[in-house]
């Protein structure tokens, strides 16, 4: 899996998630994940949860740390399986990395992750008919988002560590996870 | 997903890694995850991790937690990726749980999780011909385990209770990420 | 499966047969089977039927019984044999059911359902990124319709009530093609 | 799909349910429905459904008519979908070529096919590495059957006919369902 | 494997490669190779080829020899083997063919073939929803191209000719590859 | 793709065509294609080509080079195809190798290569649970084979060179046709 800490900032629209953005639009070829900062607010045209659509809810912020993960030639149910497992990794090193949590603990649930009611995160994991594809997006600031959240303001973080931190740990958890498929015995 | 948590203690030998146990075994059709309590060796023969093959390892102890899980029709990534979840799951929920950690964090790595270097559990996934299967055990003592091991005796907790619990957040969790793949939009 | 009558009659143009169109327009979450009154009429843009579309078909009906099916996760072939099981539902609960037939019997050939030379119904099954997906229609009456055909009136059948049997007649039998893809062992 | 009627008689005891069966032992090769006359009795080893595994049921008749179904590269879903239209497919040929029924129909249910409480026939749809294969047969003679049984005598019929015509009318359906993944333009 | 030389001389802009445009343009139905005259020149709108978009490059010529290919419900990469293999029967019936080559080679690297530093052909493999498909064109004269090339005016062979050859052999080798996928015992 | 020769001589019966035979046997981990140089005899037991079974053909040599090529979570038509590729690799380079060939082609017809009627090679492609694995040898004498046989003695060349090259070939093709897989845009 590729890495790529994109420097220049641009908001997160929804049109991003396409298969091959990381490849037309950044030269980063194969499975991957990319990241970068900018603000979010998503068209209903181009949001794909449904049950967003079926909601009318409002996604956006004024500034968010975006990755997109994309993986070939895997179904759905990987897809949102890669999806939790990044929320998961997220969660573990947010919580070992601030400062500010005080002995609180953040808590993933599905494709989220709270402080109490506070909501650090959004999420969704699509399909193109080549790939999966995952948009996964932190506050940076609680400004101009539509519900309690949480930022990483509020836990101290700096979002380009953040970034560069979690691809590097989400390329080793999909390297092994492939490793894994290749180094076992089938059962009858 | 079904969940059952069988009462009969029994031995985990590696034979029970094979398509329909649950359902052959303890009737529980479809989908699943059970669970039970006994001691685990594992002979070459039906070791079915080849980087274990290769070391030689031996794999036991006197008394373990063992959960199956089995998902149909799915690819051996999808395996790998529900086990990882398994195990980010556990780790959240005995962190949570126990009160002898005493502000020490439990840490997953792949499949398995540590308390530095005391090792809690061990897992395979590995593919039928109709299915993903997953294997992962904890230690509910340390007797009789080759390496420095961390224990459910350490942490305090009721094996069966850590059960029951665990088997009902997988079962949260997959239910949900089925789910997830049957309400959005796919990209171009 | 999940079914659904939708009490409010409207037409089907073709462009109701896309993703997810269960969940976004009716709420109906998961693999589905639903189905409505209306007139029949598509256009050549919508018509995804690559025979008709070399034909140049007429595809109409003032008023017809529509039902959409909707499996995720599945390729085209499983799709078509869904669409072939459908019509045999249908044929077998027709009948049984009309008291007009007179000792005739009803024919299924592939996805038709004849009386003689008389066409009870149309059907295409076809796949979007994330689906398979079967539009199957039975004409309410003969109004309309560009060739020699029968219809629910012809057969003295309520087409509410033929809906709801079909629709649960339909949930059985793929419910219980699920259950025989997990109790069966593999072979070598 | 290839078609062969085998003339020698043989019992069917579970062992002919294997990868290649037909092109091995018949050299009828690429995906095919292969059939003969003998007698059933199927032992606990090659007994694949598990819920007669559950039961210990016993699965015997003095002859009966056999039919194997190959199709190469499906799921087994696709499998189990094939095994209930080729049962669609024997009831409605039954039903039209029998003088015996006197006004009665015979009723499929599943892979079943029934007489009211009479049942015409056994079958299982499972999965080898690379293909997915169908046993089915149906009672020559009531003889020898641990449950109350139709048969083709009761329904004064010829087995070899039957099976020629069956295997006809299968091959017809298997090729129009290849042909109808072949012409249809995907939706979004 | 259907094979169809289309007597009408078109151009090639991009727009031909969708799924069934064998079927829906030219009434080919299923698996397919056909062939045709004609310029070519490819709108960056409908460039499928990631690294041609990434260079802006320029795709065209005067007079090529077209062929499209398609198969249904296959993977990306069978699409890719089958393109890599189209160009190995292209080079090695070229060089048998041609009485221009003097004893030099053509080489095929990848999905191209060159003698020399000279470019004989195009390329691209690409999915649809519900198929794979290649198109690969042959220069007919070197008029018109942006690049150093070679041409079948070069190799004083008849572009009518070739293209029947090469669809035969290689619907030879499609056939015998699906046939080499049913006649085969797996492994453990 | 990982690449081995192994200096160790050892003979090929048809047992070590079973998946992770490169990771077990020589820690070869992931996709790969492994060689050495041994006699070659194939008891029926482990002959896994239905065609030579049905011929009880005799498959012998007293040395040959072998390859085995193993490939991950692909279906059967990937494995052929590859294997088809890997042959018509080895007859360009053999082609170009060969200082004794005195103007006379190799051709290849499917998986196998000829001088006139003289056979070079041997191969089988198949289907683990967890991967496709291709088996391929060519003759280093003409000892020992039951059929008229070329040999890379006869090509004046020597088997270890051909090997390391011809791994070095393949996995360059394999790797490219993955990334020919990541890099194109889908069609309609």
């Known amino acids: 899996m590729k890495t790529l800490?994109?420097?220049k900032k641009f908001p997160?629209?929804?049109?991003?998630?396409?298969?091959l953005f990381a490849y037309l639009d950044h030269k980063v070829l194969g499975p991957s994940i990319v990241s970068w900062q900018g603000a979010?607010?998503?068209s209903f045209d181009h949001m794909v949860d449904g049950e967003d659509l079926l909601e009318q809810a409002e996604i956006k912020g004024d500034e968010m740390l975006h990755f997109i993960i994309e993986v070939f030639d895997r179904d759905l149910f990987s897809g949102v399986a890669l999806q939790r497992l990044f929320a998961s990794i997220a969660r573990d090193y947010l919580q070992a990395a601030s400062s500010a949590l005080a002995g609180k603990s953040l808590v993933r649930d599905g494709d989220d992750i709270y402080l109490d009611d506070r909501k650090l995160s959004i999420s969704i994991a699509?399909?193109?008919?080549?790939?999966v594809m995952v948009h996964f997006a932190m506050n940076i600031t609680n400004d101009g988002t539509p519900v309690k959240t949480l930022s990483l303001q509020d836990l101290k973080l700096d979002p380009r560590k953040v970034s560069e931190d979690l691809m590097a740990?989400?390329?080793?958890?999909y390297d092994s996870i492939?490793?894994?498929?290749?180094k076992v015995r089938p059962v009858s």
Chains 1, 2, 3, 4, 5, 6 share one sequence.
């Open 12 to 19: 997160y629209d929804g049109t991003q998630l396409h298969s």
């Open 169 to 173: 740990k989400f390329k080793k958890e």
């Open 40 to 42: 979010c607010s998503i």
């Open 126 to 131: 699509t399909k193109s008919p080549v790939s």
């Open 5 to 7: 800490f994109i420097e």
């Open 178 to 182: 492939v490793v894994a498929t290749q």
